[in-house]
T-cell receptor, first 111, second 115 residues
Framework: GEDVEQSLFLSVREGDSSVINCTYT??????LYWYKQEPGAGLQLLTY?????DMKQDQRLTVLLNKKDKHLSLRIADTQTGDSAIYFC???????????FGIGTKLQVIP | KAGVTQTPRYLIKTRGQQVTLSCSPI?????VSWYQQTPGQGLQFLFE???????NKGNFPGRFSGRQFSNSRSEMNVSTLELGDSALYLC??????????????FGDGTRLSIL
């Protein structure tokens, strides 16, 4: 079955780059998403990438996809304290199946 | 365009009671999914509705049920509440199932606490 794995915690200094990693198992995944969750709130869609792409950039966010290794990463440039949150990776398998989320990576930004 | 609206935001119940949570999707979205979020288990998929039909179901007991109305609004019900049901319940809407380029948009959730 499908599975999405993420590390639980990442700590970076303000101004540095953050890289949050995710691995998935379903090779038929068509879309991969990154969501951000701040305390007391729901999940906010940050960006997504189609599986035929290697990279997608959106302002400070860069998504890299290595389809061969089933590895997805989210790079946040010039990380700010407002970026402190939990980041979820999610995949949509081929055909219609439910979206599968990782457990979330808690990003702590140290001023 | 209004986002996904969940009511109530907070709810306190006691064991054995039942509860109904409500979700209004983004206008035009016809698919609604429900998730349970707890610190130890992360996001667990409950069920998805599209056109008033349950299309997918997660691995939860029959105490958890849901439905969708003709206007795409959805409700979920939990009967005979247990302490372990304390969680943040999130609703997400999308245009329709299987449309990966139209991702799910989430509400802020209902925080359910069982005493």
């Amino acid at each position: 079955g499908e599975d999405v794995e993420q590390s639980l915690f990442l700590s970076v200094r303000e101004g540095d780059s953050s890289v949050i990693n995710c691995t998935y198992t379903d090779s038929s995944s068509t879309y991969l998403y990154w969501y951000k969750q701040e305390p007391g709130a729901g999940l906010q869609l940050l960006t997504y990438i189609f599986s035929n792409m290697d990279m997608k950039q959106d302002q400070r966010l860069t998504v890299l996809l290595n389809k061969k290794d089933k590895h997805l990463s989210l790079r946040i440039a010039d990380t700010q304290t407002g970026d402190s949150a939990i980041y979820f990776c999610a995949e949509v398998p081929g055909g219609y199946q439910k979206v599968t989320f990782g457990i979330g990576t808690k990003l702590q930004v140290i001023p | 365009k209004a986002g996904v609206t969940q009511t109530p935001r907070y709810l306190i119940k006691t064991r054995g009671q039942q509860v109904t949570l409500s979700c209004s999707p983004i206008s035009g979205h016809r698919s609604v999914s429900w998730y349970q979020q707890t610190p130890g288990q992360g996001l667990q998929f409950l069920f998805e509705y599209f056109s008033e039909t349950q299309r997918n179901k997660g691995n939860f007991p029959g105490r958890f049920s849901g439905r969708q109305f003709s206007n795409s609004r959805s409700e979920m019900n939990v009967s005979t509440l247990e302490l372990g049901d304390s969680a943040l319940y999130l609703c997400a809407s999308s245009l329709g199932p299987g449309q990966g380029n139209q991702p799910q948009h989430f509400g802020d959730g209902t925080r359910l606490s069982i005493l």
